[in-house]
């Protein structure tokens, strides 16, 4: 076990968390790959990078002043624990980061007020530049839904202050969990005006969907020019990376609580498919040896800029889908629909982009959106759940939203038939599914429904569609959308111009889904307003305008 892997060692605790804290580090160590009810797999062991003070590297000479230009963040929280991470940089387009390649030791410390005056959690973990100076701890006996503050120091350098929280004991009554979702920040497609309001909601966490980065060079009209190369490999991904969080609005949403995160195919390149890159694409050319190299470069990058309750990638294969729960209310289901996928079939019979009939080929029963492991993996989980509301977290649209005739979105469950009939099977029986859903660039409500080939059958789950943040939808494909999907029997809600986010808030009786828009994103400043809300009552799957 390397230094960079060792497990949590608390060694300043407060008063109050003494014994907690020594309880709960002798656990960790003696049960190293306990996923502790995260779920997430063989992949949750040596995660925590915090050693005990007499295991840190000696603090490097010359370090610049500014360490923490890309904020800290915190994610996938437990009863117990939540991750906190950081990156120590000072030039997020430099090779090093402005850094140096020496190891470099972090203090972190967790208290119970902003001052810092209680502190009741710290440690050290020591930055490698393997892993671009990147810190994920695992900060633990941590009591159960509670709010902390958290930061990190290196040398005399404090980091900026986060906010985070745990999750509720798993049996506890909760009476409410708030929540945003969001996805597909594109900053060439529009400023990021809705960020400082995402940052200033009052919700317990943010769910991210995909498309945190966006891969391709700067193009024509481009709202925020690049300055880091299109991404091709570990150095150009951690260029690109660095640009995306650089943004202060988007690191004020990190820094006010918690995320749970997932990727979709912009974080290494568009429409990709598992081992083979979208053969229309920049890198549509790529060996599959090449592709894979690219691909894990592109998931080291990400785990590298994410608060993540997993271990580093050591190869291509990295699997990222988990789950998170909070108390009796709700239990979160983290898809990860691009890795295992089968490619996207019936290319020939495009109308436009990946838009066409389904093909024989994309009938096939094989055909997978999630791959086996995964698939198996969230039929037990969504099986096991005894949560209230069982919310899933994924990528591209399950509901059926064909265009006109039988012209469908080739890159969405539409395409792989046979593997969401799948998973409508495993949804059935589960208590309130809500699938929420990224990607498209979309808001709409949705029913999926018993036949999910058939518009008109009964609702199984509600599907709640954000918008983007930032990243366009085609303006000469909004009236066909809004003439052609919205008036399908499953499909209660479309908006194609705006761009936002989703609040959520669930209650035992109730979710309640606002659909918040900005007015614009070509000016930086814009009010931020609820364009619709819908409500959907445990028990019955049909959602409700409010
Ligand atoms: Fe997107
Ligand atoms: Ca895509």
Do not use: K
Not at 161 to 173: N, Q
Not at 237 to 248: F, I, K, V
Not at 361 to 385: V, Y
Not at 491 to 499: G, L, Q
Request: proline share 6%; hydrophobic share 40%; glycine share 8%.
């Amino acid at each position: 076990m390397s230094e960079r892997e060792g497990e949590g060692q608390p060694f300043r605790l407060g008063r109050r968390t003494f014994m907690a804290g020594v309880v709960a580090a002798a656990l960790a160590s003696a049960c190293s790959g306990d996923d502790d009810g995260g779920d997430s797999g063989e992949a949750a062991s040596n995660r925590s990078t915090s050693t005990a003070p007499a295991d840190l590297p000696p603090l490097p000479d010359n370090l610049p002043a500014e360490l923490f230009a890309l904020g800290v963040a915190s994610g996938d929280p437990l009863p117990d624990s939540v991750i906190l991470w950081a990156r120590i940089v000072a030039d997020p387009q430099s090779t090093d980061g402005g850094v140096g390649a020496a190891p470099i030791p972090v203090g972190w410390e967790v208290a119970t007020d902003e001052s810092f005056a209680d502190v009741v959690a710290s440690g050290g973990a020591a930055a490698d530049a393997a892993l671009a100076h990147a810190v994920h701890v695992d900060a633990t006996g941590l009591d159960a839904d509670t709010w902390y503050w958290y930061r990190f120091t290196v040398g005399d350098r404090v980091s900026p202050v986060g906010r985070a929280r745990t999750a509720p004991a798993a049996d506890a009554d909760v009476d409410r969990l708030r929540f945003a979702f969001a996805s597909c920040q594109n900053r060439q497609d529009g400023l990021w005006t809705a960020h400082p309001h995402l940052a200033d909601e009052d919700v317990d966490l943010v769910v991210f969907l995909g498309d945190y980065i966006y891969e391709e060079e700067t193009e024509d009209g481009s709202a925020q020019p690049y300055v880091s190369p299109a991404p091709v490999d570990l150095a150009t991904y951690r260029q690109r990376w660095g640009e995306y969080r650089a943004d202060p609005a988007l690191q004020a949403a990190h820094h006010a609580r918690p995320w749970v995160v997932t990727w979709d195919d912009h974080e290494v390149a568009n429409d990709y498919a598992a081992d083979q890159p979208d053969e229309g694409g920049a890198a549509g050319d790529a060996t599959t040896d090449e592709w894979l190299t690219r691909r894990a470069a592109a998931y080291q990058a990400y785990y590298e800029h994410m608060p993540l309750r997993l271990d580093p990638p050591d190869s291509p294969d990295y699997r990222i889908n988990r789950s998170v729960g909070w108390g009796r209310l709700a239990q979160f289901f983290v898809l990860d629909g691009r890795q295992h996928r089968s490619n996207q079939e019936c290319a020939d019979t495009a109308v436009i982009a990946s838009a066409g009939p389904v093909c024989e080929e994309a009938e096939a029963d094989d055909r997978t959106m999630l791959g086996d492991e995964q698939e198996l993996w969230l039929g037990d989980a969504l099986a096991d759940s005894e949560a209230t509301w069982n919310v899933i977290a994924n990528q591209t649209v399950v509901s059926a939203t064909p265009f006109a005739l039988d012209v469908v979105n080739l890159d969405q469950w539409d395409g792989y038939p046979a593997a969401r009939r799948r998973l409508v099977d495993d949804l059935r029986d589960v208590a309130n599914p809500v699938v929420i859903t990224g990607d498209i660039h979309v808001a709409g409500v949705a029913s999926v429904t018993d036949d999910p080939d058939d518009p008109e059958s009964d609702p199984v789950a509600v599907e709640l569609i954000g918008t983007s943040l930032s990243s366009a939808f085609s303006a000469s494909l909004v009236p066909i959308v809004e003439a052609t999907v919205s008036e399908l029997a499953n499909v209660h809600y479309v908006e194609a111009s705006s761009r936002g986010y989703v609040v959520c808030e669930l209650t035992a009786d109730e979710l309640r889904a606002e659909f918040r828009y900005v007015d614009t994103v070509d000016e930086i400043e814009s009010a931020i307003e609820t364009g619709a809300t819908w409500v959907v009552q445990a028990g019955d799957p049909t959602p409700r305008p409010a």
